[in-house]
């Protein structure tokens, strides 16, 4: 099955936010994308869509963020939401979206990413444990399912003892 993966257009935006109710069985993660496309911290380039057949059957959307420590603010990127149409998952497309999106980030001169999700899903990607690097949630979460990575080396280095701070149409949705 070949799966291309590409940055989102005005075209769309409609077809993710279907793929994204579909994938959640609910619509507060398509809500969610469609209020942080409006913001000026929106970068296009990391809202990215998987197309089958020229049909768009997932998307994933990573989204700046910063981790602030007592000295620092850190820029990072928040993996949220990610959705496989229910037809099409468990077919390698969560992973390729992850993993080209990763790619599309470091690209654009980003150091790491902060993911809340499945425990097991995430370590495969060098995902580890945010308690590992220093990095707390702003809510609560379970400690297994809040992971940070590093997209270059030394990417968290400053960003021990720091909490991530979400946007605040994140909490609109949640
Ligand atoms: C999570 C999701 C994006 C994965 O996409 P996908 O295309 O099915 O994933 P892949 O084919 O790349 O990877 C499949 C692997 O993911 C695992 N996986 C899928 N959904 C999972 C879940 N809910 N919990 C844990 N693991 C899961 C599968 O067990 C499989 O593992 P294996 O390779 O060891 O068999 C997709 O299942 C989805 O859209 N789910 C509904 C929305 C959602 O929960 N999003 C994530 C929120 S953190």
């Not at 869509?49 to 963020?65: D, E, R, S």
């Not at 370590?123 to 702003?138: H, L």
Request: aromatic share 10%.
């Amino acid at each position: 099955m070949k799966i291309i993966i590409r940055p989102e257009t005005d075209a769309d935006y409609e077809l993710i936010t279907n793929v994204i109710n579909l994938a959640f069985k609910q619509t507060n993660e398509g809500i969610l994308v469609e209020k942080l496309r409006e913001t000026s911290c929106f970068v296009s380039q990391l809202s990215l869509v998987a197309l089958v057949k020229g049909k768009i059957v997932g998307h994933v959307l990573f989204y700046p963020i910063t981790i602030n420590t007592e000295k620092a603010f850190c820029s990072s990127l928040s993996l949220a939401p990610i959705a496989v149409h229910p037809d099409y998952q468990r077919r390698g497309i969560g992973s390729k979206l992850v993993e080209e999106g990763m790619e599309a980030a470091k690209r654009l001169g980003y150091s790491s990413v902060i993911v809340i999700g499945h425990s097991t899903y995430y370590p495969r990607f060098g995902f580890k444990i945010a308690k590992e690097y220093g990095i707390s949630a702003p809510f609560a979460v379970p400690e297994n399912a809040f992971f940070a990575k590093a997209l270059v080396n030394k990417g968290l280095e400053d960003c021990s003892g720091g909490k991530v701070v979400y946007p605040k149409e994140l909490y609109d949705c949640m």
